[in-house]
Structures are given as structure tokens and as C-alpha cells.
T-cell receptor, first 115, second 115 residues
Framework: GNSVTQMEGPVTLSEEAFLTINCTYTATGYPSLFWYVQYPGEGLQLLLKATKADDKGSNKGFEATYRKETTSFHLEKGSVQVSDSAVYFCALTTGTSGSARQLTFGSGTQLTVLP | GAGVSQSPSNKVTEKGKDVELRCDPISGHTALYWYRQSLGQGLEFLIYFQGNSAPDKSGLPSDRFSAERTGGSVSTLTIQRTQQEDSAVYLC?????????????FGSGTRLTVV
């Protein structure tokens, strides 16, 4: 089956610090990989995605590279802001049809950025 | 619509009562998903619809839970005889055909509290 493992939180950083949130996966088939962000009191928003090996997804200063050899999709940002405080979820799907389309999520990583 | 709409946003119900949660997906999205987010439990897949049919109901926790989708659009998740352990945020997501590449768009969720 499919599974996603994220680094345990919470993560607390000072503004302008470098961020890495680790994500590794196991999958049957060839997965597409996603990072979602959930701001306080809101639903999940797609942050970035990558659909094949070596692809780099990027958005709002965040980046993640699809590493097939290490089955990883680590999220990075060079300089975090207070407004980045949220819960970050790594996720994958392997299907193009049927039930394989469902997203499998990691457990989420709470990020708090202090001014 | 422009986004995935869920209603109500908050619901408080007495133990033993039935509740209905509604999801209005993005127009034209053929796939619809229900997830449950409980404190400390992460995101739990409940059910997936393709059009009006549900090829994967594997995540429904018990026979008190049911869902339907009509007209390939609006979906209703029904919980009968609610229990306190049903308290959670229920999230709906939709995606176009081929969600593997597009990712999913989530609604803001319905926060259900069973007292």
C-alpha cells in the first residue's frame, strides 16, 4: 500500500530562518507528490506538486524536488515569515482512475514562525 | 462554483442525533472525496465518488456513515446516531478527471461537535 512519513512537529523557527520539512514515501506504482498547507481555521490548500522524478514544484518561495532514488519530497524555504505559520501535509496519489486516486497524507507538521 | 463549498461550517449536535453534511464541488469536477480530520489522527479517507457512483467506500468507519452524490455534483455525508468519537472536521475535496496531475481542491470543512 501507499504511505507517507513526515518529520515530527512542532517546528518553531525565527523569521528569516531556513526551513526543511522532511517527507518520505512508499508507493505501489508511480506516485504524484503534493504538499498541502492548512492555515489556522481554514481548509487545506495545494501548495505545490510534482508528477515525475526530478521535477521541482515551487510556490510562494517554497520548493520540493521529487527524488525517486531516495523516495523523498522534502519541503524547503530559504527565509520563512510569520505568515508561513501553518500545518504542512505531504501527500501522494498513484492512480489515474478508480480508488487509487485517493490522496494518502502524512500526519502533518505544525510550523510556528516567531517574529 | 469558484471553489468547493461545504455547509454548515460548524455543527453542534446531541449524541444520538443524525446529521447531514453537504459538499458542493467545483463545477465540472467529476471526482469527489470525503476526509475526516480528527485531533491527533491526521487526515482519514472516508469515501470517493466518480460521478454519482462510489467505487471506494473503504474508509467509512461504520454503517452509521453513508454518503450519496446526485447529478454528478452535490454530495451529502450522513452520520446516523452520532457518537462523541464522530467529533471532527469533515473535509470535502474535488478534482477533474485525471486528479493525479491536478491535485485536489478542498473545501473549508464542517466542524462537527457531538455533545
Amino acid at each position: 500500500g501507499n504511505s507517507v512519513t513526515q518529520m515530527e512537529g512542532p517546528v518553531t523557527l525565527s523569521e528569516e530562518a531556513f526551513l526543511t520539512i522532511n517527507c518520505t514515501y512508499t508507493a505501489t506504482g508511480y506516485p504524484s507528490l503534493f504538499w498541502y498547507v492548512q492555515y489556522p481555521g481554514e481548509g487545506l490548500q495545494l501548495l505545490l506538486k510534482a508528477t515525475k522524478a526530478d521535477d521541482k514544484g515551487s510556490n510562494k518561495g517554497f520548493e520540493a524536488t521529487y527524488r525517486k532514488e531516495t523516495t523523498s519530497f522534502h519541503l524547503e524555504k530559504g527565509s520563512v515569515q510569520v505568515s508561513d505559520s501553518a500545518v504542512y501535509f505531504c501527500a501522494l496519489t498513484t492512480g489515474t482512475s478508480g480508488s487509487a486516486r485517493q490522496l494518502t497524507f502524512g500526519s502533518g507538521t505544525q510550523l510556528t514562525v516567531l517574529p | 462554483g469558484a471553489g468547493v463549498s461545504q455547509s454548515p461550517s460548524n455543527k453542534v449536535t446531541e449524541k444520538g442525533k443524525d446529521v447531514e453534511l453537504r459538499c458542493d464541488p467545483i463545477s465540472g469536477h467529476t471526482a469527489l472525496y470525503w476526509y475526516r480530520q480528527s485531533l491527533g489522527q491526521g487526515l482519514e479517507f472516508l469515501i470517493y465518488f466518480q460521478g454519482n457512483s462510489a467505487p471506494d467506500k473503504s474508509g467509512l468507519p461504520s454503517d452509521r456513515f453513508s454518503a450519496e452524490r446526485t447529478g454528478g455534483s452535490v454530495s451529502t455525508l450522513t452520520i446516523q446516531r452520532t457518537q462523541q468519537e464522530d467529533s471532527a472536521v469533515y473535509l470535502c475535496a474535488s478534482s477533474p478527471e485525471g486528479g493525479r496531475s491536478y491535485g485536489y481542491t478542498f473545501g473549508s470543512g464542517t466542524r462537527l461537535t457531538v455533545v
